[in-house]
């Protein structure tokens, strides 16, 4: 079946660089590609996306850069803050499902050293 | 507008013993979506509804049954609950031609 694998599972960085966290998906012809972020004991929150006719998107410090060749897509943090920590969702869509079932990697933890 | 609500918050239940998680959105969305997120697996799809009275299996079905009780709610039963079922439980909803999926706040399970 799809799979969405996640690296890395955890990821350290100091205050002030960056992060990147890499999702790679099996079903080519997948076409919708969000990023969660969920602090402890909290909801996941949609913090962006990418579909699959766009190569990267920015939003502030966040951007999503997809690799459909390679079938890969990642996240990049720049500037970290701690308040950027939290767990990291990857996830993807199949458009095979034709039933709108996504398909999530297992997570990332993200940890911003003051 | 509450967005999507679950009840309750948490629960703890015994071996065999049955319950339903409710949830329900008030964003007039057609699809919902119940989620299981265990440690270090990520969310994983139980079921999924496209809209008001049906249902489709997710990853992960067995031991479960759902009910899209109208276009609000949908419900998530354990009939005999077991120990691998202790987990955080999210509902999500989607809205008719769009990606986004919105999340509840989750209901945490523990099974003894």
């Known amino acids: 079946g799809e799979n969405v694998e996640q690296h890395p599972s955890t990821l350290s960085v100091q205050e002030g660089d960056s992060a990147v966290i890499k999702c790679t998906y099996s079903d080519s012809a997948s076409n919708y590609f969000p990023w969660y972020k969920q602090e402890l004991g909290k909801r996941p929150q949609l913090i962006i996306d990418i579909r699959s006719n766009v190569g990267e998107k920015k939003d502030q410090r966040i951007a999503v850069t997809l690799n459909k060749t390679a079938k890969h897509f990642s996240l990049h943090i720049t500037e970290t803050q701690p308040e950027d920590s939290a767990v990291y969702f990857c996830?993807?869509?199949?458009?095979?499902?034709?039933?709108?079932?996504?398909?999530f990697g297992t997570g990332t933890r993200l940890k911003v050293l003051a | 507008n509450a967005g999507v609500t679950q009840t309750p918050k948490f629960q703890v239940l015994k071996t065999g013993q049955s319950m339903t998680l409710q949830c329900a959105q008030d964003?007039?969305?057609?699809?919902m979506y119940w989620y299981r997120q265990d440690p270090g697996m990520g969310l994983r799809l139980i079921y999924y509804s496209a809209s008001e009275g049906t249902t489709d299996k997710g990853e992960v079905p067995n031991g479960y049954n759902v009910s899209r009780l109208n276009k609000r709610e949908f419900s998530l039963r354990l009939e005999s609950a077991a120990p691998s079922q202790t987990s955080v439980y999210f509902c999500a909803s989607r809205r008719g031609g769009s990606y986004e999926q919105y999340f509840g706040p989750g209901t945490r399970l523990t099974v003894t």
């Open positions: 996830a993807a869509l199949p458009s095979t499902s034709g039933t709108y079932k996504y398909i």
């Open positions: 964003m007039n969305h057609n699809s």
